[in-house]
């Protein structure tokens, strides 16, 4: 784990995590494989960031006896990708949580001025009463999580996580200064952005990548 990081900064540093981000970061990746390792990453990451979910003991009969077992208490979970790149989250995620609700932001950002512009929003009636998953591969100024956060909690959540694979440091102290209450997970900490703040290293425009748009 990264040191000197506030504790609600959780980096993942796994070996099948670390591997697969390794290959999300290679230019030479296709974009069929890109897809299949995010939504990989997304669910490893998720294992993570479920450690906490509550159990409740309930008796089963096994083909031999009685036998006191652990089962999830039923706290209800929703998914929330930013549009576009977070949607490549979402089957990873579902395929630990598969009766998760799944409900969407639409967010890009703007060219010149890297803030958040939103375009969409629907969640959820119930996103108050669910743990909420907020899904996004990249956190880079920060801006688009920060937004997204604050939309979420406009909406009556406030049991959130936000699930990123590779965040920028400056990004991640922005969305902690501005919703200190969200745990965040993710799989690479970068250093810096470039001039048109882009991750670097990072792996390049994720919405691109998993879509092929460029
Ligand atoms: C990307 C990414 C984040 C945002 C991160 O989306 O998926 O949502 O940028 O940048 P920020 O931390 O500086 O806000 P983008 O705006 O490229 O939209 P897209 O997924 O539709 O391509
Ligand atoms: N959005 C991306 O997809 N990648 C970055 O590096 C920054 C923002």
Known sequence: MEANLPENIIVLDHPLIQHKVGI?????????????LVSEVAMLIGFEATRDLPLEEVEVETPIAHAKVKQLAGNKLALVPILRAGLGMVEGLLSIAPSARVGHIGLFRDHDTWQPIDYYCKLPEDIQQRDVFLLDPMVATGGSAVAALSTLKKSGAHKIKLLCIIAAREGLMKVINAHPDVDIYCAALDETLNENAYIVPGLGDAGDRIFGTK
């Open 24 to 36: 999300l970061r290679n230019k030479q990746t296709t974009t069929k494989e890109f897809r299949e």
